[in-house]
Antibody
């Protein structure tokens, strides 16, 4: 099981970047996927999640309206389109796989079980 | 949003020590809690899921307990590879993480 992010770099405030995450070693379209970020010297912050078929997405308030998560199951790839970037978006961005677990009422809860290596985004003029 | 608060923020310990980290949720999350270990410059690694279930391949010196709003991660005998930062993570609602606990050498 492997997740490899790419697409990070240096971008000016107000600019855009598209991150990619190539998945291998598992049946990609069976899993929800997340993006999580970590600012320099700080903790982990959840960014966004997409369902297994890409038809359901959720975003943290801090990125809502600026970031778009998507996936191409034919290419086993997850994406994060980031627009209107701000200095506070500077972070390592991790792609992560979510594993589902059921409760006694057959509700399913998804926790992150596999993480990518991360790609660094720096927003600075 | 459900807030997760870890304590302590930093913990100084020696090899062989028993170490306990606490995580508190701002509202009940049942047992929908995971723990991760992160080494400097590396991606996080899953240790525990559903509060007390040990992930495959993780040493048995790691254990988790708790339910509702209070949870603990215990390392029964700290090993050199265990000096790292540990995060709790709730997945009952939108996903949130604790702020992290750094375990450092005393």
């Amino acid at each position: 099981v492997q997740l490899v992010e790419s697409g990070g770099g240096l971008v000016q405030p107000g600019g855009s970047l598209r991150l990619s995450c190539a998945a291998s070693g598992f049946t990609f379209d069976s899993y929800w996927m997340h993006w999580v970020r970590q600012a320099p010297g700080k903790g982990l912050v959840w960014v966004s999640r997409v369902s297994s078929f890409g038809d359901n997405t959720i975003y943290a308030d801090s990125v809502k309206g600026r970031f778009t998560i998507s996936r191409d199951n034919a290419k086993n790839t997850l994406y994060l389109q980031m627009n209107s970037l701000r200095a506070e978006d500077t972070a390592v961005y991790y792609c992560a796989r979510a594993r589902g677990i059921f409760d006694s009422a057959s509700n399913v809860y998804y926790y992150i079980d596999v993480w990518g290596l991360g790609t660094t985004v720096i927003v600075s003029s | 949003d459900i807030q997760m608060t870890q304590s302590p923020s930093t913990l100084s310990a020696s090899v062989g020590d028993r170490v306990t980290i606490t995580c508190r949720a701002s509202q009940s999350i049942s047992s929908w809690l995971a723990w991760y270990q992160q080494q400097p410059g590396k991606a996080p690694k899953l240790l525990i899921y559903k509060a007390s279930n040990l992930e495959s391949g993780v040493p048995s010196r790691f254990s988790g307990s708790g339910s509702g709003t209070e949870f603990t991660l215990t390392i029964s005998s700290l090993q050199p590879d265990d000096f790292a930062t540990y995060y709790c993570h709730q997945y009952s609602g939108y996903w949130t993480f604790g702020q992290g606990t750094k375990v450092e050498l005393k």
